[in-house]
């Protein structure tokens, strides 16, 4: 755990040097000062210190978070405003041990660096410099990041990006769970949680790892890396199905290959999966029978062609090769009938699937409607008589949810029907097509072979035109078989390489994590924050309703937390959120750092109540017993800042109107600049 | 008058047959739910209707075929390829024939208008139905709706018809 000691920024500018100061004890204290005084300033200088401007969606080392008083232009106390020539500011931290740390960053100048002042309990004292944003977790001895989590005693945890990577939790993901800023921090819970570096599940990842559940982070991060090796295999299943299925298709063959079942599933249905011997079996498919019969078939017509004796009385040639282009045209015809059939079933059956979608969407959407109580007229009454109208007077009716729900169930059942029917269609069309294609292959082969037979003279050269154009035929059929033949043997290896990759990924058996007590912990905090908090939602009686769902968000009777209440329960369930957390991190001996900084927390709602109920939370035992340091940042009235204090609360009233404060005046020209006295 | 469920126990009384119900197939439509309906009405008022002075009006002929569209968004290339051939009667009547059919007989649609009329949430007035301007009941309706993000499909199957010419010659008939 650490104590924020003290928050400085200093610098310089035309008017000369600039300081502004504020020191912190432990447990609760209210920082009060009137708005423009330089609250917001100083709030930010704690997350620039520790390299976490990305909370504010910051590029890095840009410190656009800063109010323009220390970047460009600042006003002192009766003073006109003037230019800024540098600035910087520092955090000095205390960790339990006794052990102090300095931190210090340029707002401008070179902010990319951060100084860090180890001072040991013995009082030596060390100076680093770090990277404050490059490669500040994986640069050993020159990250930022790296270093701090070793000096606060975090240890490293991994995550997994959304692009199949893995990547670490930073500093800036566990800031927003201590860190509620005045602008944005307010609107939800982690609301400053940054989502841009793709990590999964990082808002969960960050609770579990300040409530010390490290168990629990291993097993989620053991549990997406399964999740993502299990995704993309099954991936990489369904792209090798397609291709062999929509490849046999091409060629008029359609078998059953789906990617479809758990990896070891697939495993087992493919591993002993023989493509040739499946189209052997059902289709009498035998590519190497084919081609040894075409083979034999093509000697034997060369052998017609160059050296057998022609039977000259035999005038067969030109009937048969009429008969074989009749028979090939007759089954084109037959193809082109049936392939606008099946087309026109298959745009039937999308227009129905589109419908089933649409009315599926409108059911989906009329259960949300009802559910969340919404889109319903509440009272209606004939405007002369005043009697209630009962909509059964029309034959009209209102479903219950129970009936929209059985509908939507039947229509997805439907839905899912109806698509397998379609993909069934869809390949009996591209089976029909591509058996259409050789059909009108052979056809065309089969009308020039006849226009040849019969522009031949004689019988004799009638035989030899057939042969010949037999001859071509069959070496034409083997080459497409030999094609066949070789995307046989291309697809069969790439559904034995899926196995074999498939039986090689190592998928760590997920360790079941004992989170229980750690969760309940938080749960009971919460319950109880709530409470002295005053939400409208949560009384004594029901606070132990109050749960955390998967996701760590705050649950009562179903129903999210934050959809309850009036609009300034918001702010308190975020407030109660942030300080539960950490006084369950501090009763589970958890990672959180013992450090709750709340930025303008009255200011979230001008409702006199919200501030009566927050002032009245400050003065319970609960928050100044607080095992844990808390800081608010507000604006108090004297009266409220006198009640506070008579509640025995720490109340911190800077001197001044601004916290920025001339130091020194600028040397003028022609003198040396002063020398400030040691004393 | 029983219902059908009624008369088919009567049937089976006595008989050795084992009914079984499954209430996925008996739920009906949300197209027959009061709710849904409203919110369709409220929505072709707000997206298409016109207003003028105290009322929101809208045409209740083209009232009619654009809650049936609207409630059937894969109708619309059909209104579209009926606007595009209405000035040729073959061809309209080919792409609007049961169309027409559809919207014409719709009588839930009358029986909703004349529910929400006699609550006092919409008049009827010369051929249009028009709804108080400060009236909160529709459009009470219609904005939860929107701001939950619902009904998007509705919603824009409306504003595209309102980019189709539908004349009066297509809505009345000949």
């Known amino acids: 755990m650490i104590t924020l000691e003290e928050i400085k920024v200093f610098g310089t500018s035309d008017l000369g040097e600039f300081t502004g100061t504020l020191s912190f004890k432990a447990g609760l204290q209210v920082i009060s000062a009137d708005n423009a005084f330089g609250k917001s300033l100083s709030v930010t200088a704690i997350a620039w210190c520790l390299g976490a401007e990305a909370v504010f969606g910051l590029p890095d080392n840009d410190p656009a978070c800063f109010p323009l008083a220390v970047r460009d232009e600042v006003e002192f106390e009766d003073k006109p405003a003037t230019h800024v020539t540098a600035s910087t500011c520092s955090i000095t931290l205390k960790h339990t041990d006794g052990r102090r740390l300095g931190l210090t960053r340029a707002i401008k100048g070179d902010c990319t660096r951060i100084i860090a002042e180890e ?34 005693g975090w240890p490293r945890q991994r995550t997994v990006t959304f692009k199949g990577s893995e990547a670490e939790i930073y500093a800036e993901n566990l ?23 793709g990590q999964q599940q990082v808002g969960e990842f960050a609770v579990e790892y300040l409530l010390g559940g490290l168990d629990a982070t291993g097993a989620r991060f053991d549990q997406l890396r399964a999740a993502q090796i299990t995704g993309a295999l099954k991936e990489k299943a369904r792209i090798v199905a397609e291709r062999v299925v929509n490849g046999l298709i091409s060629n008029g063959w359609r078998i059953e290959l789906t990617a479809n079942g758990s990896v070891s599933d697939l495993i087992t249905r493919w591993g002993g999966f023989d ?67 099946s087309r026109a079933q298959v745009e039937q059956t999308e227009i129905l699937l589109e419908s089933l979608e649409a009315r599926l969407a409108a059911a989906e959407d009329l259960y949300r409607l009802k559910t969340q109580g919404i889109g319903r007229i509440d009272h209606i009454e004939c405007p002369t008589c005043h009697r209630d109208l009962d909509p059964a007077t029309f034959a009209l009716s209102s479903q219950s949810t129970e009936s929209v729900e059985n509908h939507i169930e039947a229509l997805r059942r439907d839905r899912d029907l109806l698509a397998r029917n379609l993909a069934s269609m869809r390949a009996t069309l591209a089976t029909i097509y591509a058996e259409l294609q050789v059909v009108s292959t052979e056809f065309r082969e089969a009308e020039r072979a006849l226009m040849n037979v019969t522009d031949a003279v004689g019988t004799v050269r009638e035989k030899l035109a057939q042969t010949a154009a037999e001859l071509a035929s069959a070496e034409r059929a083997i080459d497409r078989t030999l094609e066949i033949e070789k995307n046989l043997g291309l697809w069969q290896s790439e559904i034995d390489a899926w196995v074999r990759d498939a039986r090689a990924a190592t998928i760590r058996a997920i360790v079941p994590a004992d989170f229980a007590s750690r969760n309940s912990a938080f749960t009971e905090a919460l319950g109880t924050y709530l409470v002295a908090f005053g939400h409208s939602a949560v009384s004594l009686e029901n606070r132990y309703s109050v749960l955390l769902n998967e996701q760590y968000t705050p649950m009562l009777n179903q129903k999210r937390l934050r959809s309850l209440g009036s609009a300034s329960d918001q702010s308190r369930l975020i407030a109660a959120y942030t300080l539960a957390l950490a006084d369950a991190s501090h009763r589970v001996n958890g990672l959180h750092p013992g450090l709750v900084v ?50 025995g609360v720490s109340v911190l009233t800077p001197e001044g109107t601004k916290f920025l404060q001339l130091t020194m005046p600028p040397p003028t020209e022609g003198e040396p600049p002063a020398i400030p006295s040691e004393s | ?30 197209l027959y739910d009061l709710q849904y309906r409203s919110f369709v009405i409220a929505a072709c008022l707000r997206i298409i209707g016109r207003p003028e002075g105290t009322f929101r009006k809208i045409a209740s002929n083209k009232l009619r075929l654009l809650q049936f569209v609207a409630m059937r968004p894969w109708l619309i290339g059909m209104v579209r390829n009926w606007s595009a051939t209405r000035k040729d009667p073959q061809q309209s009547l080919q792409s609007s024939q049961s169309l027409r059919r559809g919207f014409l007989s ?34 009470k309706i219609y904005e939860d709706a929107v701001k939950a993000g619902l009904f998007m499909t509705e919603r824009e199957t409306i504003a595209s018809l309102d980019e189709i010419v539908i004349t009066n010659d297509m809505l009345e008939g000949w």
Do not use: C
């Open chain 1, 175 to 197: 800031l927003p769970l201590f860190y509620i800023d005045q602008d944005e921090g307010w609107t939800d819970i982690q609301s400053l949680q940054v989502t841009r570096y």
């Open chain 1, 598 to 647: 709340l930025d303008e927390p009255l200011q979230q709602n001008p409702d006199p109540k919200h501030r009566e109920r927050f002032l009245s939370f400050l003065s319970k035992e609960l928050a100044k017993k607080a095992p844990f340091q808390i800081i608010i940042f507000t604006s108090l009235r004297q009266a409220e800042i006198s009640q506070l204090r008579r509640g």
């Open chain 1, 275 to 341: 493509l040739k011997a499946v189209l052997t079996q059902q289709f009498d498919v035998d590519p190497a029978k084919d081609l040894s019969r075409l083979r034999e078939r093509v000697d034997s017509l060369r052998r017609t062609l160059t050296e057998a004796p022609i039977d000259v009385e035999d005038v067969s040639a030109p009937i048969s090769a009429s008969q074989r282009v009749i028979e090939l045209k007759r089954r084109r015809h037959k193809l082109n009938d049936d392939s606008s059939t």
């Open chain 2, 1 to 30: 008058m029983p219902t059908e469920s009624q008369t088919l126990s009567e049937l089976l009384d006595g008989t050795d047959a084992k009914p079984y119900a499954n209430p996925q197939r008996s739920a009906p439509s949300s």
């Open chain 1, 119 to 152: 001072i040991s309990t013995t009082g030596d004292i060390r100076k680093s410099e770090f990277s404050a944003r490059y490669l500040t977790m994986v640069d050993d001895t020159g990250g930022f990041q790296n270093f701090f989590f070793r000096w606060i």
């Open chain 2, 106 to 139: 719709d009588g839930m649609h009358d029986r909703i208008i004349d529910y929400l009329v006699a609550a006092g949430h919409l008049y009827k007035k010369k051929g249009q139905i028009a709804e108080p301007l400060q009236d909160t009941g529709l459009t």
